[in-house]
T-cell receptor
């Protein structure tokens, strides 16, 4: 079963360090999303790609966050100069289609702990 | 502010009792989706509703989309311990291509 995979699953870092997460979506999916989830909350939208184009980025997203999907396949999410408030589960999801967002397939997530 | 709200935040039921979670949007939605997230897991898609007043059933789960397309509900009949988890509704608030998730309802089921 080639679902959405994320790496690493867990990352512990010290405040001020940079971290990078990778997401490999389902191969035929053209859309890729990054969400952030903290304990007891729903997933919060961060950014979204259609193929290699980053079409939307949350206005709440600090400029310390950057995401890429260089060849329209895997994606990376980098957080620079991490802060304790960045501690969360970072979820990647992919979907297929145009127009409306169809079913999102989520990965297992990358849990970030900033000390 | 939060644009998709769910109530209740948490519900604890005895196995066999029914459960309902309600989802309300501040804006009209073109469609609404429901996801289930097991403890320690990731959200898993359950269903998508598109039409005003639509009702869909999946075994013991009944999903409804309101006539005004601003609210939805999920009803579980005769809960089982396997129903434990957090249920999220999600809709395209603002733009069609991104989903905004609700606040979620955590369901606990005990024997």
């Amino acid at each position: 079963d080639t679902g959405v995979s994320q790496d690493p699953r867990h990352k512990i870092t010290k405040r001020g360090q940079n971290v990078t997460f990778r997401c490999d979506p389902i191969s035929e999916h053209n859309r890729l999303y990054w969400y952030r989830q903290t304990l007891g909350q729903g997933p919060e939208f961060l950014t979204y790609f259609q193929n290699e184009a980053q079409l939307e980025k949350s206005r709440l997203l600090s400029d310390r966050f950057s995401a890429e999907r260089p060849k329209g396949s895997f994606s990376t999410l980098e957080i620079q100069r991490t802060e304790q408030g960045d501690s969360a589960m970072y979820l990647c999801a992919s979907s297929l289609g145009q127009g409306w967002t169809g079913e999102l397939f989520f990965g297992e997530g990358s849990r970030l702990t900033v000390l | 502010g939060q644009q998709v709200m769910q109530i209740p935040q948490y519900q604890h039921v005895q196995e066999g009792e029914d459960f309902t979670t309600y989802c309300n949007s501040s804006t009209t939605l073109s469609n609404i989706q429901w996801y289930k997230q097991r403890p320690g897991g990731h959200p898993v898609f359950l269903i998508q509703l598109v039409k005003s007043g639509e009702v869909k059933k999946q075994k013991r789960l009944t999903f409804q989309f309101g006539e005004a397309k601003k609210n939805s509900s999920l009803h579980i009949t005769a809960t089982q311990t396997t129903d434990v988890g957090t249920y999220f509704c999600a809709g395209p608030v603002g733009t069609a291509s991104k989903l905004t998730f609700g606040t979620g309802t955590r369901l606990q089921v005990t024997l």
